[in-house]
């Protein structure tokens, strides 16, 4: 059965009611999920990184929970693009600076993700981000610029994150601080191709992204694991979000051909564009992965003043 005609039944999740697929893994565990039901999905090889990450319960604004969220099946596609210094500071808060790749040139980047078996369940998200320095981090050396790019550290600002579920937008808007909303998106990646449409408010198309796959390199589970480090206001003060993700299989490419980015209207369309994106540098797909997302964190900041 699809998730648009799956049976459904309502949960509540800081004082809002959301509905959640019946018999689906939040609907059964609320995020304390059997990791050995989570093995016997066909889709899921491996738990191994999991079991290597205990979940603690906590307070958050979107009441008691478990954290890490586990997502157990992950794809991804990220196409990464320069960007006048200038634009990104136009739309970055003043206790954030871009990370500059070479004096006045910045990375911005689009991204999809499509996750098939997680704690809260199938959905998918798309977004525009912007790559930034470390909060209170001194001047930037060559290590830490190539760390970054290596993409074993990335820290980000983002822009614009709709999402295709009601629980993803409350937990990730309420919970993160994210620029979370609810619409239409279909994303679809296989060891060949890439394919995403995000839906604008309208009924029309406010994005789209079509390539071929980068050939993809596997890899056993915990060799190549990534962590990206995003920054959110929640009620007025800053905090710290961190993912890890396990690569299982990846591809890459550089100055990709044949990449097909549509802009509509919407609000995607238009944060990109207000960023003037000038030259589209990488395509990194990951064609299996696995996330842990960790609640924020508060985290101070330099004082822009």
């Known amino acids: 059965m699809s998730p648009a005609?799956?049976?459904t039944v309502e949960v509540e999740l800081g004082g809002?009611?959301?509905?959640?697929?019946?018999g689906g893994?939040?609907?059964?565990?609320?995020?304390?999920t059997d990791l050995d039901e989570v093995l016997r999905d066909p889709r899921v090889g491996t738990v191994d990184f999991f079991r290597r990450l205990p979940k603690t319960k906590v307070d958050s604004p979107i009441g008691p929970t478990l954290t890490?969220?586990?997502?157990?099946?992950?794809s991804t596609a990220r196409l990464t693009m320069l960007a006048r210094t200038r634009a990104i500071r136009a739309r970055l808060p003043r206790e954030l600076a871009p990370?500059?790749?070479?004096?006045?040139?910045?990375?911005?980047?689009?991204?999809?993700?499509?996750?098939?078996?997680?704690?809260?369940?199938?959905?998918?998200?798309a977004a525009v981000g912007v790559a930034v320095r470390p909060a209170r981090h001194g001047r930037l050396g060559i290590a830490d610029l190539a760390t970054a790019l290596g993409n074993d550290h990335l820290h980000s600002y983002v822009l614009s994150l709709p999402v295709s579920t009601d629980i993803a937008q409350v937990r990730g808007?309420?919970?993160?601080?994210?620029?979370?909303?609810?619409?239409?998106?279909?994303v679809d990646i296989d060891p060949s191709r890439v394919t995403a449409r995000v839906a604008g408010d309208g009924g029309g198309t406010d994005l789209s992204f079509s390539a071929a796959t980068p050939a993809p390199r596997t890899y056993p589970t915990g060799t190549r694991v990534s962590t990206l480090t995003s920054y959110t206001s929640i009620g007025g003060a800053w905090h710290s979000t961190l993912s890890q993700t396990n690569?299982?299989?990846?591809?890459?490419a550089r100055f990709p051909r044949g990449a097909g980015l549509h802009l509509g209207q919407g609000r995607m369309s238009e944060d990109l564009r207000s960023l003037r994106p000038l030259r589209t540098v990488r395509l990194d797909v990951t064609t299996?992965?696995?996330?842990?997302?960790?609640?924020?964190?508060?985290?101070?900041?330099?004082?822009?003043?």
């Open 5 to 7: 005609h799956q049976e």
């Open 99 to 125: 990370l500059e790749v070479a004096p006045g040139l910045g990375l911005i980047s689009v991204m999809f993700f499509r996750y098939d078996v997680c704690d809260i369940d199938f959905y998918t998200e």
């Open 68 to 74: 890490p969220n586990f997502y157990y099946r992950v």
């Open 25 to 32: 893994l939040y609907d059964r565990y609320r995020m304390n």
């Open 173 to 186: 808007h309420d919970g993160y601080g994210f620029p979370k909303w609810v619409t239409g998106l279909d």
């Open 16 to 22: 809002r009611t959301v509905a959640v697929p019946k």
């Open 288 to 305: 299996e992965g696995q996330l842990a997302l960790h609640l924020p964190v508060p985290i101070s900041m330099p004082d822009p003043s």
């Open 247 to 252: 690569v299982l299989s990846a591809g890459s």
